[in-house]
């Protein structure tokens, strides 16, 4: 299932694609409901050509449906986020990599951040996702794009703190 999702950031769109090739910003998402404090892997900059590639660990922490309960283990729904960040082209390319059901769930996109105005920003989610579970295959989709919706609206809260205050104010 193709999707895109829009939140608006109320920060300046360069200081909000900068926060997410800075390994400390990946802390102040712990406060995020649905996923356990994220572990940043690795993180690689390129100042000269203004690319960051970082890999960040996830855990779900929220709750699933007796449904999908029955077929997937809440307890295995980890992945890595593997992400490239250009800061001249305000995007985020990612690719979201399972530790477990590799073979049954693919998501991978990008993050754009459009200015909205001063110290405004549009960030513009949108990506393929796709989960290959006989019946309950799309409403796991669903479950998760739900999920993705609610994250980008908590996500932009902490971005915008972030972008305003800088590194040291989480």
């Given at each position: 299932?193709?999707?895109?999702?829009?939140?608006?950031?109320?920060?300046?769109?360069?200081?909000?694609?900068?926060?997410f090739a800075t390994p400390a910003f990946y802390a102040?998402?712990?406060?995020?409901r649905a996923i356990s404090p994220p572990r940043?892997?690795?993180c690689d900059r390129d100042d000269v050509r203004q690319l960051a590639h970082i890999a960040v660990a996830y855990a779900f922490a929220g709750d699933l449906s007796p449904a999908v309960r029955a077929v997937v283990?809440?307890?295995?729904?980890?992945?890595?986020d593997h992400s490239e960040v250009d800061l001249t082209a305000r995007t985020v390319r990612f690719e979201m990599v399972p530790d477990h059901y590799?073979?049954?769930?693919?998501?991978?996109?990008?993050?754009?951040?459009?200015?909205?105005?001063p110290g405004r920003c549009t960030q513009e989610m949108s990506g393929e996702l796709s989960v290959r579970y006989p019946l309950v295959g799309p409403v796991v989709e669903r479950a998760i794009l739900s999920g993705l919706r609610e994250q980008l609206v908590a996500e932009a809260a902490i971005l915008a703190r972030w972008a305003t205050r800088g590194p040291g104010a989480e």
């Amino acid at each position: 299932m193709r999707f895109r999702l829009e939140q608006t950031v109320q920060a300046d769109p360069d200081a909000a694609v900068a926060a997410f090739a800075t390994p400390a910003f990946y802390a102040a998402l712990g406060e995020l409901r649905a996923i356990s404090p994220p572990r940043v892997v690795s993180c690689d900059r390129d100042d000269v050509r203004q690319l960051a590639h970082i890999a960040v660990a996830y855990a779900f922490a929220g709750d699933l449906s007796p449904a999908v309960r029955a077929v997937v283990d809440p307890a295995k729904l980890t992945w890595v986020d593997h992400s490239e960040v250009d800061l001249t082209a305000r995007t985020v390319r990612f690719e979201m990599v399972p530790d477990h059901y590799q073979s049954r769930f693919r998501c991978e996109g990008r993050y754009r951040f459009v200015g909205a105005g001063p110290g405004r920003c549009t960030q513009e989610m949108s990506g393929e996702l796709s989960v290959r579970y006989p019946l309950v295959g799309p409403v796991v989709e669903r479950a998760i794009l739900s999920g993705l919706r609610e994250q980008l609206v908590a996500e932009a809260a902490i971005l915008a703190r972030w972008a305003t205050r800088g590194p040291g104010a989480e």
